[in-house]
């Protein structure tokens, strides 16, 4: 901990700007306790303190960190009873604990000792119980004053609502993931399973509707282009639609806000993948790349990507195959901050993208198929085609026109061939 010394005085609003960072930044549990227990125990001089959540079944107080207690278990409990939930609930401002005071809200049954708390600051959400901060002994032995008392006041519903939200998030998070595990008991149905879950994942706005069922098809016609195995075109397929699924527990109004978003807001957004991967790992898929598509799919060729600032060399093909069905979708829909493009526009800087961004050969397959798609229209119908199993299903989604001519898709190509030769080194080793 930081030298208590720097501050000398007391200031809820210093306080709150302190955890707001910190409150606001950290995604983990535990770690943004941890943060918040150490910004609120400096503030108080107190020498030790505990965060503790409520848990309703069974009834207890957990703690999720812990800071200065000499001996502490991995997680405290203090199972309550209805009087303690009862008294809980009612206070409304820091309490003094002493001896006889701590059985007014703690049970003597726990794990740890009640003597080493001598201030219980109860943390509620719309007056709902949702955990409660408990500091230990000041330095040099002094009684928590008043002051200090309401400051703590005033900053515990900050700290409430962090925890409740992480809470209602873990919930999310875990309900989803228990889904998948369902459908992936379902044998022999991936397909229209996973479809109807990338569904799932779209009607979380209007702005995605339909995005992760495109970027599965896209990603496995990609991939059909790149002469790549049936299994390996129904894993893209399945990568593609589960691709977004971390967005389950980003805040709605992200999606359609018109402006740039603040930092603390994209950090929430971009870490969409991170949960993503947590929920996917936890589910036994037929191949062995989802969680890595999921995860790194917002990677970059260049390193500038997230969140693990990977380059091309360092992620799979099945990730580069899915960032450029993504990016290709995304530039293809419209969204709050600008209109749809038109597909010989997002042909163009796609292809522009390739190599700094995206992979040069996942892009030259896109164009492959969106050739394909061009020539199907002007070249009349074959009947016979369709006779000898060779009709070919259109690569764009139905509501895109292919206002694009095979000319321009075959300029495209040839300029970014001329662009990766020109930055080809030849070697004579
Ligand atoms: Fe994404």
């Given at each position: 901990m930081t030298n208590s010394l720097t501050r000398p005085s007391l200031d809820a609003s210093q306080i709150l700007a302190?955890?707001?960072?910190?409150?606001?930044?950290?995604?983990?549990?535990?770690?943004?306790?941890?943060?918040?227990?150490?910004?609120?125990?400096?503030?108080?001089?107190?020498?030790?303190?505990?965060?503790?959540?409520?848990?309703?079944?069974?009834?207890?107080?957990?703690?999720?960190?812990?800071?200065?207690?000499?001996?502490?278990?991995?997680?405290?409990?203090?199972?309550?009873?209805?009087?303690?939930?009862?008294?809980?609930?009612?206070?409304?401002?820091?309490?003094?604990l002493c001896r006889e005071r701590c059985d007014i809200f703690l049970s003597s049954t726990g794990n740890i000792s009640t003597v080493w708390f001598k201030c219980l600051v109860p943390l509620k959400v719309r007056g709902k119980l949702i955990g409660a901060l408990m500091l230990?002994?000041?330095?040099?032995?002094?009684?928590?004053?008043?002051?200090?008392?309401?400051?703590?006041?005033?900053?515990?519903?900050?700290?409430?609502?962090?925890?409740?939200?992480?809470?209602?998030?873990?919930t999310l998070q875990e309900r989803t993931?228990?889904?998948?595990?369902?459908?992936?008991?379902?044998?022999?149905?991936?397909?229209?399973?996973?479809?109807?879950?990338?569904?799932?994942?779209?009607?979380?706005?209007?702005?995605?509707?339909?995005?992760?069922?495109?970027?599965?098809?896209y990603a496995a016609g990609?991939?059909?282009?790149?002469?790549?195995?049936?299994?390996?075109?129904?894993?893209?397929?399945?990568?593609?639609?589960l691709h977004d699924i971390g967005k389950v527990n980003v805040d709605k109004r992200l999606f359609s806000k018109a402006t740039a978003l603040e930092p603390t807001?994209?950090?929430?957004?971009?870490?969409?993948?991170?949960?993503?991967?947590?929920?996917?790992?936890?589910?036994?898929?037929?191949w062995p790349n989802i969680p890595e598509v999921v995860r790194s799919h917002h990677e970059r060729a260049d390193g500038s990507g997230y969140p693990d600032h990977l380059g091309n060399d360092e992620v799979s093909m099945p990730v580069k195959i899915v960032a450029v069905a993504d990016t290709f979708d995304a530039m293809l829909s419209?969204?709050?901050?600008?209109?749809?493009?038109?597909?010989?526009?997002?042909?163009?800087?796609?292809?522009?993208?390739?190599?700094a961004k995206l992979d040069a050969d996942v892009v030259q397959a896109l164009l492959i198929q969106l050739r394909r798609d061009a020539v199907g229209l002007i070249t009349p119908p074959r009947p016979w085609a369709a006779a000898?199993?060779?009709?070919?299903?259109?690569?764009?989604?139905?509501?895109?026109?292919?206002?694009?001519?095979?000319?321009?898709?075959?300029?495209?190509?040839s300029e970014m061939n001329r662009r990766l030769n020109r930055g080809r080194t030849f070697s004579h080793t």
């Open positions: 302190d955890l707001g960072l910190v409150l606001a930044g950290e995604r983990d549990l535990h770690h943004t306790a941890m943060a918040a227990l150490e910004i609120v125990l400096l503030a108080a001089h107190a020498k030790s303190g505990a965060l503790f959540r409520f848990q309703e079944r069974p009834p207890m107080l957990a703690s999720v960190a812990a800071l200065g207690f000499p001996l502490f278990p991995q997680t405290a409990v203090f199972p309550l009873l209805p009087k303690h939930i009862h008294a809980l609930s009612q206070v409304n401002i820091p309490q003094k230990g002994e000041r330095e040099g032995g002094s009684e928590y004053p008043p002051e200090l008392l309401r400051q703590m006041g005033e900053v515990a519903p900050f700290i409430a609502l962090a925890i409740h939200n992480h809470q209602l998030m873990m993931a228990e889904n998948l595990r369902l459908v992936a008991s379902a044998h022999g149905f991936w397909d229209n399973a996973l479809e109807a879950f990338a569904a799932t994942i779209d009607a979380k706005d209007v702005y995605m509707h339909g995005h992760s069922l495109r970027v599965g098809r990609i991939a059909e282009a790149l002469s790549m195995g049936l299994n390996e075109i129904n894993e893209l397929r399945a990568a593609g639609y807001e994209f950090r929430e957004m971009s870490d969409h993948t991170v949960v993503g991967h947590q929920i996917v790992s936890t589910v036994q898929f037929p419209e969204r709050p901050y600008r209109k749809r493009l038109s597909l010989g526009e997002v042909a163009a800087q796609i292809s522009w993208l390739a190599p000898e199993g060779k009709s070919r299903k259109p690569f764009l989604d139905p509501e895109i026109a292919c206002n694009i001519a095979p000319t321009d898709i075959d300029l495209l190509a």
